[in-house]
């Protein structure tokens, strides 16, 4: 048993990274060892510690959940947190919406145990506390299947369950190695910050939670340098380091290139307002006050069209009945980027395009053009669907965002199975090796869906939780 000494707690922080339980252990055996303390690693310490099983958490981090965009980001659910289907959605739908916009270079097993398990997730987080509205957003997600928490994020939910399901956190100490001692994966070696060694075991294995390496640029430039030069938006703990480990130790992996960019606001600010959330109520802008893509295309063809732009400015434009449509959390960050510098107010269009260096007449004749195509159910410019042309922009006050494409994600990592088990160069299972989150890198093929990388990290970061000690 694993005995602990508390030092200190941090106070929990809604709406962003969550503070932690520091202990010194005397022992360091338990049942399972989680490598990673993001949502995926929440997810499976919960879901391992509520059969039972005693759960030790490594995250080489301060705190839990630090790459976490938003804690109260949207879910991908074919089905409502009441069971509803989502606008006619259903899991056949979030299945082929998924594949097919990932260029059907998922693994269809994997991709089903995700979508399949997805509302059954959602609900499970209701039972733990959390709230979320009934109405969902179309977010790039190609149907109206993402939900908004209204309240408790889902670190803060989830770190407050695995403490009292008895968890216990391990922070500020790197993996530097996993071994085998039997037949199974169950060691996990880590180094302090002092340099210190230290040896963990898991009787019955070890979960990679551990990230991607959206944050290590030098990774990104040997594996897809086409996006070398961008920024990007990850916390510096994604590089990727316990997925090279695995490698190592003999794990397949997948779709290294593959790359996942969004827009964000230049600079490395730490609440970064946005006005993309809901496909239905922005369009995209550039230096000169005309669309340039459709704001529903897929993200791959977004960075596209992005690039094509060069260096000129690019802009999400809104009005005011949008924003105060989106979380408070969103607009609190959007107030912020004024004093950054990055998100403009303008009283009227003419307004805000002065603060924006754009001839009024254009802005003007660019927003009346796409309110005729939300009038008429037509996009005649870029093809936005008709389902996401539902809202003119049309209340003042307008706001803009600067925004950059930046990493968001990397999409290729860890080979699994529809049991979360990490394979092998050949195909087999790795007694006692599990795999969640954005560590695994054949859930979405060459894009994710808005909403499926959250929904998908918790959903199978829960699977391996429950499929950790299963013969």
Not at 79 to 93: A, I, L, R, Y
Not at 139 to 158: A, D, H, I, M
């Amino acid at each position: 048993m694993i005995r602990r000494t508390l030092i200190g707690m941090a106070t929990l922080v809604v709406g962003g990274s969550v503070g932690a339980f520091w202990f010194k252990s005397k022992e360091t055996v338990s049942d399972v060892i989680v490598v990673g303390g993001g949502y995926a690693g929440l997810a499976a310490a919960v879901s391992a510690a509520k059969k039972g099983l005693k759960v030790v958490v490594i995250e080489k981090r301060a705190r839990v959940g630090l790459n976490t965009h938003s804690d109260r980001g949207l879910f991908a659910s074919s089905k409502s947190p009441s069971g509803e289907p989502s606008f006619g959605d259903s899991v056949e739908n979030h299945f082929r919406q998924s594949y097919d916009s990932g260029g059907r270079l998922a693994d269809p097993a994997v991709l089903q145990a995700f979508v399949s398990r997805a509302p059954e997730t959602l609900a499970w987080l209701g039972n733990l506390g959390m709230s979320f509205d009934k109405t969902a957003i179309n977010s790039n997600s190609l149907w109206r299947r993402c939900y908004q928490p209204l309240q408790n994020g889902y670190v803060e939910t989830l770190y407050r369950e695995a403490i009292r399901l008895g968890v216990y956190f391990v922070f500020n100490e790197k993996v530097i190695d996993i071994q085998r001692t039997s037949n199974r994966m169950d060691v996990v070696i880590t180094s302090t910050d002092r340099g210190n060694k230290k040896e963990y075991k898991g009787r019955y294995g070890i979960i990679l939670c551990a990230g991607g390496f959206g944050a290590n640029l030098s990774l990104i430039k040997r594996f897809s340098p086409k996006y070398e030069q961008l920024e990007s938006d990850n916390e510096q703990g994604s590089s990727g380091e316990v997925l090279l480990l695995a490698k190592e130790k003999g794990a397949a992996l997948c779709g290294l290139d593959r790359i996942l960019c969004l827009p964000r606001p230049p600079g490395n600010f730490k609440s970064q307002g946005y006005l993309h959330l809901n496909v239905s109520r922005f369009i995209f802008i550039n230096s000169q006050g005309k669309r340039f893509v459709s704001e529903d295309a897929l993200r791959p063809a977004i960075t596209e069209a992005f690039f094509r732009e060069g260096n000129n400015p690019v802009y999400e434009l809104a009005d005011d009945l949008a924003v105060k449509n989106y979380q408070l959390d969103i607009q609190k960050d959007l107030w912020r980027g004024i004093e950054h510098g990055t998100v403009f107010k303008g009283k009227n269009l003419a307004d805000l395009a002065s603060k924006l260096s754009i001839p009024p007449d254009l802005l003007v004749d660019t927003v009346e053009r796409y309110n005729s195509f939300v009038e008429n159910k037509k996009d005649l410019d870029f093809g936005k669907s008709s389902l996401n042309l539902l809202h003119k922009i049309a209340h003042g006050p307008f706001w803009a965002v600067r925004v950059n494409m930046k990493i968001h994600e990397s999409l290729g990592g860890l080979v699994i199975d529809e049991r979360c088990r990490v394979l092998d160069e050949a195909n087999h299972p790795i007694l006692g090796l599990y795999g969640a989150g954005s560590i695994v890198g054949n859930v979405h093929g060459n894009n994710r869906l808005g909403g499926n990388g959250l929904s998908s990290s918790i959903t199978l970061g829960r699977l391996a939780g429950q499929e950790v000690g299963r013969i």
